[in-house]
């Protein structure tokens, strides 16, 4: 089954807590402390490979979560990092983001990689918050909850030439007999309800993927038949081949067919209009083919868009003149190649892929996971945080980057009061309360936490 869209939903990994321990050894009577961060989850990592043709393995499978972190331990052991999570999709998968559409990564070659989501962090252990005035520190960090996100993929096929045609032109017959792909083939409109890829090989070092597109037919673009579903695909290829059946038998105008195909492409997507092509005139064993295909030729020189056109006489059937298709189609591919080269711009600019997550630093989302791995961890300054008064005695502190502290507060530590008063000075709440008409008593919330407010 060809499944080529698919949302799933990603949960990373939470990160483990830290520990509050005290070193209890012999002969040393004033053992300070030593408890361990919690480990850093595991993120969730998008990897393209050739693997795979489809999205079907997402059909049924649709929420994926990443290993959580290890708790830290006495004597300053670490907790265990969680494993990342590796995803495989197909080679031209597009990650889009559900809630805004925004397209965050194309998978385009064989490797590439996307990094979703890092897992949370690990909480610091009470080592971590030794100072000169605080010498055994009963408080640790918890973990930081790893980010949840839907995303949606769209499998867009790469191949270097699309054979374009309307149904039954002969496509899947000629894809089966220039390469070793198997797609049905039957005497009826429509036998071809996915596209098919095959591989054809010229010679050891040449070598181009061939797509057979299906659902072509007028109105196309709009959806009609099946070319909503599938000209996306024909995006991804370098060159294009429209094959025209020239018996006249079941479409008696060959040259409004290929009219046609052109005004779909171009009504689509106006990259396809400017892809280069050949024509490939089918089913030239038929003898009336002879008859349409000089008819054919005194039209289509008439005409300003194609009559510069290469033209080739082809039987899928009987296999003539397939091996000079096939010559002609990888000069057609070397040639857009080469164009390619010449007009090189980036689709997808990597500065703009940067998404937000809760709880997650926004630097370590939506870009290439060996980036991520290269950057060091630098503790920011804290940003200013925005103060809403909800009515008279209640206020509401908003900032993502506050409320993703406040769930790594342990107040179950005896010492968390301290810590949580070190961190509103940090984040200027304080001040920002103060400044918003907050008195004495007034209740404050960061989301579904709560605490009564003390101008000291």
């Known amino acids: 089954m060809f499944i080529d869209e698919a949302v799933i939903s990603v949960k990373a990994g939470d990160g483990g807590n830290g520990c509050i321990s005290f070193r209890r050894e012999k002969y040393v009577p004033k053992g300070g402390p030593d408890g361990g961060d919690g480990g850093k989850a595991g993120a969730i990592i998008l990897l393209a490979t050739t693997d795979m043709q489809t999205l079907l393995d997402f059909k049924y499978n649709r929420i994926f979560k990443s290993e959580d972190g290890g708790h830290g331990l006495g004597s300053n052991m670490h907790g265990k ?24 990564s194309d998978l385009a070659s064989d490797g590439a990689s996307y990094l979703i989501t890092a897992g949370g962090r690990g909480g610091r252990g009470n080592t971590r918050f030794t100072s000169p005035v605080r010498h055994a520190p009963r408080y640790c960090e918890l973990g930081e909850e790893g980010a949840e996100l839907e995303i ?15 149904p039954n032109a002969g496509k899947s017959t000629i894809l089966s007999k220039i390469s070793k792909a198997t797609p049905k083939i039957a005497n009826y409109p429509f036998t071809t309800l996915a596209p098919n890829l095959g591989v054809v090989r010229l010679d050891y070092d040449k070598v181009m993927v061939v797509a057979d597109i299906p659902g072509i037919i ?13 000209l996306k695909h024909i995006e991804r290829t370098r060159a294009i081949v429209y094959v025209i059946d020239m018996t006249g038998f079941e ?6 067919d290929l ?26 064993d038929i003898p009336d083919s002879n008859d349409h295909y000089d008819n054919f030729i005194k039209k289509i020189k008439r005409l300003k868009s194609f009559k510069d056109a290469k033209l080739i006489k082809i039987s899928g059937l009987s296999g003539l003149n397939l091996d000079n298709l ?15 080269l010449n007009n090189a711009e980036t689709d997808v600019d990597s500065s703009e892929l940067i998404i937000g997550a809760s709880g997650i630093d926004s630097d370590a989302i939506g870009v290439s996971y060996d980036t991520i791995l290269k950057k060091t961890t630098r503790r920011k300054k804290a940003p200013a945080v925005k ?12 900032s993502k980057e506050f409320e993703a502290e406040v769930k790594r507060v342990n107040f179950k530590a005896d010492d968390a009061l301290y810590y949580f008063k070190r961190m509103l000075k940090r984040y200027m709440v304080d001040k920002a309360l103060l400044k918003a008409g907050a008195k004495n008593g007034d209740t404050v919330y960061i989301k579904d936490f709560a605490f009564e407010y003390q101008d000291e």
């Open 218 to 230: 007028e109105g196309a673009h709009t959806g009609a038949g099946l070319g909503n579903k599938f």
């Open 387 to 398: 103060i809403n008064k909800l009515e008279e005695n209640e206020f509401q502190i908003v």
């Open 259 to 284: 009219k046609t195909l052109a005004k779909e492409l171009k009504a689509y997507s106006k990259k396809l209009a400017g892809l280069p092509f050949i024509i490939a005139v089918n089913k030239m």
């Open 81 to 104: 990092n969680g494993r990342d999570l590796v995803i495989k999709v197909p080679v031209g998968t597009q990650v889009f983001d559900t809630k805004t559409n925004a397209l965050l």
């Open 152 to 166: 949606k993929l769209v499998l867009k096929l790469i191949a270097d030439i699309g054979l374009v045609g309307f």
């Open 326 to 340: 096939v010559k002609w189609m990888y000069d057609l591919k070397i040639h857009s190649e080469s164009c390619a």
């Open 251 to 256: 479409r008696p105008e060959p040259l409004e």
